[in-house]
T-cell receptor, first 116, second 110 residues
Framework: SAVISQKPSRDICQRGTSLTIQCQVD?????MFWYRQQPGQSLTLIATANQGSEATYESGFVIDKFPISRPNLTFSTLTVSNMSPEDSSIYLCSVYLAGGEDNEQFFGPGTRLTVL | QKEVEQNSGPLSVPEGAIASLNCTYS??????FFWYRQYSGKSPELIMF????GDKEDGRFTAQLNKASQYVSLLIRDSQPSDSATYLCAVRYYGQNFVFGPGTRLSVLP
């Protein structure tokens, strides 16, 4: 497995502001992802963070709202822009690591965001 | 649209019993199947994966896969209160992203 850290672990923000979440992995990984998990819900994939190119966003998520950086193979950031209370959620960074027959997915500890 | 379905629960079992968690998926071409455990306020933790039809055992956990019926299950033997968590099923078609189910909340009663 990989050791994945995220900063901040939690934050309380005001409506209209932006927050940047950092994800650091202890080894080089090709695939990094950002998920959102709203209270009582399952995981929703926001985007795939591609090293050296723009992120690939899932339906319903756009770059202007969730800009992503991936400057190298161990680090990525997700910014939640112009926040509203609906953005209150846990944001999770994850990576794929090669398993026996397929990739296995591991998650960071998450960032709990509350927007007032 | 690939879908993964699970009963949301809560599933309550007494301590020492077998907990049975079920998951069905829509994409017949799915190739890899994963079970994650998520404690309240924590991130998901991979506990089992299975690729082939049949059973795969790891300690108190057994994953069962039936591709013809498009279901995968997780059995937890000798359930402990510490097993109380939400269990997420995830399915992947090779080369594509994981698709997660909504999760089943398990409560093991002392």
């Amino acid at each position: 497995s990989a050791v994945i850290s995220q900063k901040p672990s939690r934050d309380i923000c005001q409506r209209g502001t932006s927050l940047t979440i950092q994800c650091q992995v202890d080894s080089q990984v090709t695939m990094m992802f950002w998920y959102r998990q709203q209270p009582g819900q399952s995981l929703t994939l926001i985007a795939t963070a591609n090293q050296g190119s723009e992120a690939t966003y899932e339906s319903g998520f756009v770059i202007d709202k969730f800009p992503i950086s991936r400057p190298n193979l161990t680090f990525s950031t997700l910014t939640v822009s112009n926040m509203s209370p609906e953005d209150s959620s846990i944001y999770l960074c994850s990576v794929y690591l090669a398993g026996g027959e397929d990739n296995e997915q591991f998650f960071g500890p998450g960032t709990r965001l509350t927007v007032l | 649209q690939k879908e993964v379905e699970q009963n949301s629960g809560p599933l309550s079992v007494p301590e020492g019993a077998i907990a049975s968690l079920n998951c069905t998926y829509s994409d017949r071409g799915s190739q890899s199947f994963f079970w994650y455990r998520q404690y309240s306020g924590k991130s998901p933790e991979l506990i089992m994966f299975i690729y082939s039809n049949g059973d795969k055992e790891d300690g108190r956990f057994t994953a069962q896969l039936n591709k013809a019926s498009q279901y995968v299950s997780l059995l937890i033997r000798d359930s402990q209160p510490s097993d109380s968590a939400t269990y997420l099923c995830a399915v992947r078609y090779y080369g594509q992203n994981f698709v997660f189910g909504p999760g089943t909340r398990l409560s093991v009663l002392p």
